[in-house]
Structures are given as structure tokens and as C-alpha cells.
């Protein structure tokens, strides 16, 4: 059985209200182990013996349609791509400060063109980083949550759906996922 972590999109921050009771029950409903949440910004770990992640996230989302009524985007990573992400941070030696540094997690890998053209939004000081499906993020002097440096931003510029988490949540998922 292999450990994945899923990832809603816009849950509970400004988006969709998705008690984490009813995350829990409705994975655990889907057949999957060990189903753990962590905060209330839906994120769920939890075991598999399904070994396709696009087919666990339409999984979720369908739950959470037939069940909640609620159109969620889920993006899922491996237990093993969610320890690459948190080992992989080219601006963790830097910051000291864990909340000036996020990472995005895009659905899919966007197209070279769309990442070479991605700047900072006017006047913002963070430097960014595209690896692959995740974008990692610093600000050096604070203020994701007043940057337009946002999920709605890299949507538009690449093309694919994104959702973000703070350096801790992202440590802390890997860490459930390993155990």
C-alpha cells in the first residue's frame, strides 16, 4: 500500500466550508487506510492500494460533488513526491522563518513557454522557483497573504489549477506521509 496526500483546493480559506469529520469519513468511504487529516485546509493523508493519482483525485472530487454537493479541484502527490517537495526547497537554507516560504502545487506541469514568461506581480519582492508541479515561494520581508502572487494569479498566467501551502503544512505532510 502506498501513502498519498491529497490537497483541496480553496478549502475552508475564503472558499468551499468542508468540515474535516466529513473529509475523513468520505476517503475512508472511497476504501482508502489510515485516513488522517491535517488542519482545516483540506488536507488528507491516508494509504492506497490504488497507485494512480489522477484516479484518486477524480475519486475525492466525485465524493465530495455526491456527498457535499461541492465542487472541490483535489490535486494529489505520493508520499514519496510530498519528500521530494519538502527536501527540495531551493530557498529553505535562506529563511529561517517558515512562514515566508510556500510552495504551490500545480495540477499538472505547465507548458516551458508560461513558466518563462511568469514574473512577480509589480512592485512585490519574492523570488519563485518552477520545478516540475510545484512553484516555491519566498518572501523574504513576509507577506504571502498580501501578495497577488496567488493561486487565482498562476492559474491565469500557466494555465493549471493551483493550490498553496505554507512551509510548515508541506514539512508536517511529509512527515505524516512517511509514517
Do not use: C
Amino acid at each position: 500500500m502506498d501513502s498519498w496526500v491529497a490537497l483541496l483546493r480553496g478549502v475552508n480559506v475564503g472558499g468551499a466550508r468542508v468540515a474535516m469529520a466529513d473529509l475523513l469519513r468520505l476517503v475512508t468511504g472511497l476504501g482508502h487506510h489510515d485516513v488522517r487529516t491535517y488542519l482545516q485546509s483540506g488536507n488528507v493523508v491516508f494509504g492506497s492500494t490504488v497507485r494512480d493519482a489522477d484516479a484518486l483525485a477524480r475519486g475525492i472530487e466525485r465524493a465530495i460533488v455526491d456527498e457535499l454537493g461541492l465542487t472541490v479541484p483535489v490535486l494529489v502527490r505520493s508520499g514519496r513526491e510530498l519528500a521530494a517537495v519538502a527536501g527540495g526547497n531551493p530557498y529553505a537554507d535562506r529563511e529561517d522563518d517558515p512562514t515566508r516560504l510556500l510552495v504551490i502545487f500545480l495540477a499538472t506541469a505547465p507548458d516551458p513557454s508560461a513558466v518563462a514568461a511568469l514574473t512577480a506581480p509589480d512592485g512585490e519582492n519574492l523570488a519563485f522557483t518552477v520545478t516540475g508541479r510545484e512553484v516555491y515561494l519566498h518572501y523574504p520581508d513576509g507577506g504571502y497573504g498580501r501578495s497577488r502572487f496567488t493561486n487565482n494569479h498562476l492559474e491565469k498566467k500557466l494555465g493549471v489549477v493551483a493550490t498553496t501551502r505554507n512551509w510548515r503544512s508541506v514539512r508536517a505532510l511529509a512527515e505524516l506521509a512517511a509514517s
